[in-house]
């Protein structure tokens, strides 16, 4: 089955500054990559997603980035917020095989953004 | 606009003792599935379901059951708690692969201990 990392574990960064998340993915049939953002007490949140056949994809300050021969892809934020703090999960399937619901995750990276 | 519901929040359990996880979408959503969230292992696949009457094994299956009599709901038993068992559990739906559409929205989750 599918296998995914993610590191960094935890990650502090400066108001302003950006953030990097990465993820690698060991099963090559894997074609969706979705991002969720998980506030405290709350369930995780879609926040960025992409497909195989897309190098990139961008919404605002929000990029991910995906290198299918690399089987990694990282989720870049810019000029954090102190909002932004809170636990990021990557996350990949084959859409064809269980839609978006058979999602393999990785297991989290805790974001702090200081002022 | 209330998407997946999951009730109960908060609950303890004594070893041996049986619950049910209840979990109801209001979006129409073919695929439902349950996921359990432990400290530093992210989120893993319990069961899922791709439709009324149609369910299948996640990662996690052991000592939890699942049935899908209608489109909106999808309840998980546990028949018989163990320790083990103590974690978050979040319910998720999504939209079916042929509508182009895999975002898997989440439950707010329900916080398990057994003791």
């Known amino acids: 089955g599918e296998n995914v990392e993610q590191h960094p574990s935890t990650l502090s960064v400066q108001e302003g500054d950006s953030a990097v998340i990465k993820c690698t993915y060991s099963?090559?049939?894997?074609?969706?990559f979705p991002w969720y953002k998980q506030e405290l007490g709350k369930g995780p949140q879609l926040i960025i997603d992409i497909r195989s056949n897309v190098g990139e994809k961008k919404d605002q300050r929000i990029a991910v980035t995906l290198n299918k021969t690399a089987k990694h892809f990282s989720l870049h934020i810019t000029e954090t917020q102190p909002e932004d703090s809170a636990v990021y999960f990557c996350?990949?399937?084959?859409?064809?095989?269980?839609?978006?619901?058979?999602?393999?995750f990785g297991t989290g990276t805790q974001l702090k953004v200081e002022l | 606009n209330a998407g997946v519901t999951q009730t109960p929040k908060f609950q303890v359990l004594k070893t041996g003792q049986s619950m049910t996880l209840q979990c109801a979408q209001d979006m129409n959503h073919e695929y439902m599935s349950w996921y359990r969230q432990d400290p530093g292992m992210g989120l893993r696949l319990i069961h899922y379901?791709?439709?009324?009457?149609?369910?299948d094994q996640g990662e996690v299956p052991n000592g939890y059951n699942v049935s899908r009599s209608t489109t909106e709901d999808f309840p998980l038993r546990l028949l018989s708690a163990a320790p083990s068992q103590t974690s978050v559990y979040f319910c998720?739906?999504?939209?079916?692969?042929?509508?182009?559409?895999?975002?898997?929205?989440f439950g707010s989750g329900t916080q398990l201990s057994v003791l």
């Open positions: 379901s791709v439709g009324a009457g149609i369910t």
């Open positions: 099963d090559s049939a894997s074609n969706y």
């Open positions: 998720a739906s999504s939209s079916t692969p042929e509508r182009h559409n895999e975002k898997l929205f």
């Open positions: 996350a990949a399937t084959n859409i064809l095989t269980g839609g978006g619901n058979k999602l393999t």
